[in-house]
């Protein structure tokens, strides 16, 4: 009953700028969470950044001074800004959304996005 959407991936070369979009939508009563993790071939997938509902971040060490979130609340929707890209940080995207589904449930749920590429070369 929850979707994700990620937007924004595309090719850029070192030292240059993207950013990333994540919608959620369906039937959410409310959203605890949303938080971009990332998948390079032959790895694991890692955290990236992560914001609540109440606006705390934390960041991955690797990207810390270079990506920031932000978000819209009354779009459901939160943004990674990437600066300083560098070889390194191309991998998948994803976006997981965390909260509880509309009443009478109140049902606890965590959704994945379908991710969206980050390619970062020369």
């Known amino acids: 009953q929850v979707q994700v959407v990620e937007s924004g991936g595309g090719l850029v070369q070192p030292g240059g700028s993207l950013r990333l979009s994540c919608a959620a939508s369906g039937s959410i009563f409310r959203i605890n969470a949303m938080g971009w993790y990332r998948q390079a071939p032959g790895k694991q997938r890692e955290l990236v950044a992560h914001i609540t509902s109440g606006g705390s971040t934390n960041y991955a060490d690797s990207v810390k001074g270079r990506f920031t979130l932000s978000s819209d609340n009354t779009k459901n929707t939160v943004y990674l800004q990437m600066n300083s890209l560098k070889p390194e940080d191309t991998a998948v995207y994803y976006c997981?959304?965390?909260?509880?589904?509309?009443?009478?449930?109140?049902?606890?749920?965590?959704?994945w996005g379908q991710g969206t590429q980050v390619t970062v070369s020369s």
């Open positions: 997981n959304v965390q909260g509880r589904a509309s009443p009478p449930t109140l049902t606890p749920f965590a959704s």
